[in-house]
């Protein structure tokens, strides 16, 4: 608690009538820090107390007074303990902290917080391994890792070779048919010729490929207005259902 007490002027005037000389206010930077315990100590003028402190006025003594907050269940000791470890090495048995030693200890927090970001990443470089080094290995093995477009490229191109036999084309439409169900994908499909292939295998008068190519198609057409439209316009559609209309294979219909 505080007691405050107005002081009339003429109680600060000396018996000559004239009011005495006070010393110019002491620099924040300069001033006594006072060391609180979980004792009440005797708080002398011009010391500086730390903030969370608890200060009283002994009406006995007319003295203030101040100690810790939170004594009794240790916790100040703590929290103490844990701010002079995040202060780093400072010279805390001196009378004053001055800006430049605090200027010092914010230094050494944000180098401390620099260095534990490195050792974190450096711990996830040491596991992972960076791509480049996983391509170079997979090439010692002759193993090249190919993205999603030239898989279709080469299936595409494996559909349409004269050399292929119905075997490996069939194998190639069932191939697609996953690739084809990522929307990115189908649209790579249709500006690589792929709904071309697809009325190709439509027409085909074998029924797996036109069961497989019907396949393709629907995996392509789901939940993708851009190949839904060009289906439409490059006759893909029409072709389907001429195919459910006539007399096919019950397999090649379910498609």
């Known amino acids: 608690e505080f007691a405050l007490t107005k002081i009339e002027e003429s109680d600060i005037k000396d018996d000559s009538g004239t009011e005495p000389v006070t010393e110019d206010e002491a620099d924040p930077e300069d001033l006594e820090v006072f060391y609180p315990t979980h004792q009440w100590q005797t708080l002398h003028p011009g010391?500086?107390?730390p903030a969370g402190s608890h200060v009283r006025l002994n009406l006995q003594t007319g003295e203030r007074e101040a100690k810790l907050a939170g004594g009794e269940n240790g916790k100040s000791d703590v929290r103490e303990e844990k701010r002079k470890k995040r202060l780093g090495k400072m010279d805390i048995d001196s009378n004053s902290f001055t800006s430049q030693e605090l200027k010092k200890a914010l230094a050494k927090m944000k180098e401390s917080e620099k260095t534990e970001r490195m050792a974190r990443e450096e711990e996830v470089?040491?596991?992972f391994r960076p791509i480049e080094e996983l391509k170079e290995?997979?090439?010692k093995l002759?193993?090249?890792l190919e993205t999603d477009y030239e898989i279709m490229v080469k299936l595409i191109g494996k559909f349409n070779s004269s050399a292929s036999t119905l075997d490996e084309k069939v194998a190639a439409l069932y191939d697609l048919e996953y690739y084809v169900h990522q929307v990115d994908n189908a649209k790579d499909f249709l500006s690589l010729g792929g709904l071309q292939l697809v009325i190709n295998g439509l027409n085909s008068t074998e029924a797996t490929l036109k069961e497989h190519a019907a396949f393709v198609l629907g995996a392509a057409l789901s939940s993708n207005p851009k190949v839904q439209i060009e289906a439409i316009e490059a006759g893909a559609l029409q072709?389907?259902?001429v195919i459910l209309a006539t007399e096919q294979p019950l397999a090649?219909?379910?498609k």
Do not use: I, M, P
Request: aromatic share 6%.
């Open 137 to 139: 290995e997979f090439e």
């Open 252 to 254: 090649v219909k379910k």
């Open 47 to 49: 010391q500086a107390v």
């Open 142 to 144: 002759n193993v090249k």
């Open 125 to 127: 470089r040491k596991k």
């Open 239 to 241: 072709k389907l259902l």
